[in-house]
């Protein structure tokens, strides 16, 4: 369980070909907390909800984030329903990019967490860096070299 002064926090996503957005997000997570739970989202699930799986296999993804230096510990994420991973490992607040506020997964998310008592906060996405549009740019580049 967690202890009453310690503010446990939880962040999850992705984090394929790891940028400054990620780094970002996790670097201003740490600062808000005094503990930092990071969700790294499966292989099969990223594929089951986005259709393609991730550049980056999970193993090395959950590696990449374990190593960041205000990253207490790292836990497989593989349901959009968050409060599942509360209720393996208790969490005062959840941090996540400001993309989703408003936005219909961002309410779902705010009224699940709202039922276990954990807030939403949000931090700023990074709009210039995101692993779709890397994804992208390198594919482009791999279907022009092959022209």
């Not at 969490?91 to 408003?102: E, P, S």
């Not at 276990?116 to 995101?130: A, E």
């Not at 779709?132 to 482009?140: H, K, V």
Request: glycine share 6%; with cysteine.
């Amino acid at each position: 369980m967690i202890g009453m002064s310690e503010v446990v926090g939880y962040a999850s996503g992705v984090f394929d070909l790891f940028h400054i957005g990620h780094l970002n997000i996790l670097k201003s997570a740490s600062e808000n907390c005094d503990r930092l739970i990071v969700g790294v989202a499966s292989d099969e699930y990223i594929k089951n909800l986005k259709g393609n799986a991730p550049v980056i296999p999970f193993e090395e993804r959950a590696e990449i984030v374990a190593n960041l230096k205000f990253v207490d510990e790292v836990v497989k994420d593989e349901s959009v329903d968050k409060t599942l991973v509360w209720c393996e490992r208790p969490f005062h607040v959840f941090f996540k990019g400001d993309d989703w506020r408003g936005s219909p997964k961002g309410n779902q998310l705010e009224a699940d967490m709202a039922r276990v008592g954990v807030r939403v906060h949000y931090f700023p996405y990074t709009l210039h860096t995101s692993s779709t549009r890397l994804r992208t740019y390198l594919e482009n580049a791999e279907a022009a070299a092959s022209v």
